[in-house]
């Protein structure tokens, strides 16, 4: 398209001139590029964040003109129609656009530009504008994904359910980016993006590496889809036919349950996903430990996992029970390494920051008397 062409062109001149680079950074939605972003902004001034209008509604704590201009349809049109964006795209039925004048005026003044855009727009930046760094920041593994989208309690379990769909589909780009960035401790991601946007050092992670990684979460984002769509599918079923179907309570009644009679302002489970989650996680454990060999090769871990959940064979530990019985462990370790202070026994360090977890030391009632 000749707009999005139009005002990009390849800047050859950039360092006798004195304009600042374009920086363009992408990632999983909920791979928690905001933060990385903002860290980089604190620690060097140099960079500005280039605020992109959408169509969507505002998140809690968004504010118009900072994270995006939150503008109506028609707006959108409008400022379409005057050629105001670099580039635009449509992404879950919302759309997204950069627009031209701050770009360019920024980076005219000797600014650094980031630019947080998905996909098909950072490739339509990089045709127009060739020196433009492509930066594609990934997770350490899938369950960190879906942890953080869950966790933040924003979008509906389908608008979840989209973004991981999106995240599966947007591997296959990523090797058209120049750079791939495993975000596991904010400040490090910030610093290692800093070196790469100032030429200042290669990639921590070689891109091979970075590729296999993000095909590795690809894979397991993939599994895990599977399994929310079985269950969605098996607790259709179930309120179409309780007769005739063997299984379970769906996630929500399970969720209702796991709850009931807790503390309401702070549940043991705060989302299906906890459960999606919690119940896979079981289901891996059976697998691995032989379990199945022994079943009824009829009936999916997962439905097994839920039975158990259901008939309190395997309980959700809420986030305090969890810490509890990591200090109780940490104190058991250190009682037995005698001569230690027992202020040592519980470094807080060991208190990891996830909000529920199967007891992994719990076994099925079958398991216990074979
Ligand atoms: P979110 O709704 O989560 O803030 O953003 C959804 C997606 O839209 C993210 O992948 C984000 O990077 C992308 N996005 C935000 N602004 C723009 C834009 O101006 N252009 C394009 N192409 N994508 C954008």
Not at 256 to 275: F, M
Not at 310 to 339: F, P, V
């Amino acid at each position: 398209m000749s707009m999005k062409e139009a005002g990009t062109k390849p800047d050859m001149t950039r360092e006798r001139t004195g304009k600042g680079s374009l920086l363009v950074i992408s990632g999983y939605s909920g791979v928690g590029k905001g933060t990385v972003i903002a860290a980089l902004m604190k620690e060097h001034p140099e960079y500005v964040f280039s605020v992109s209008a959408t169509t969507r509604a505002p998140r809690p704590g968004e504010v118009d003109g900072r994270e995006y201009f939150f503008l109506s349809k028609e707006t959108f049109a409008s400022w379409l129609s005057e050629d105001r964006f670099l580039e635009h795209t449509t992404y879950l039925d919302r759309s997204y656009g950069t627009p031209r004048d701050y770009v360019e005026s920024r980076r005219n003044e000797g600014r650094h530009v980031i630019l947080d855009i998905e996909v098909e727009g950072a490739l339509n930046v990089k045709k127009a504008c060739p020196e433009a760094k492509l930066i594609y920041i990934i997770p350490p593994d899938a369950a960190s994904l879906v942890q953080r989208l869950t966790g933040r309690g924003t979008e509906t379990e389908e608008q979840i359910r989209g973004r991981l769909q999106r995240a599966v589909d947007e591997t296959a780009v990523i090797p058209s980016y120049d750079y791939v960035v495993v975000n596991r401790i904010v400040q490090d991601t910030a610093n290692e993006i800093h070196l790469l946007a100032t030429g200042e050092s290669g990639s921590r992670l070689p891109k091979e590496e970075g590729l296999s990684l993000a095909g590795q979460i690809r894979d397991d984002l993939r599994e895990y889809l599977k399994k929310y769509d079985e269950h969605a599918i098996i607790s259709r079923n179930v309120s179409q036919d309780k007769e005739n179907s063997m299984i379970h309570p769906s996630y929500s009644e399970l969720m209702t349950k796991i709850n009931n009679g807790g503390d309401e302002k702070d549940p043991v489970v705060k989302s299906r996903y906890s459960i999606v989650m919690g119940t896979a996680k079981r289901a891996r454990q059976m697998v691995d430990n032989g379990y199945m060999e022994q079943e009824d090769h009829a009936r999916k871990p997962l439905s097994i996992a839920v039975e158990e959940l259901d008939e309190g064979r395997i309980r959700i530990l809420s986030n305090q029970e969890y810490q509890q019985m990591l200090a109780e462990k940490a104190a058991e370790k250190a009682a037995k390494t005698a001569e230690e202070p027992a202020e040592e026994a519980a470094p807080a360090e060991t208190v990891p920051e996830q909000t529920e977890e199967v007891a992994e030391a719990e076994q099925p009632a079958e398991e216990q008397d074979a």
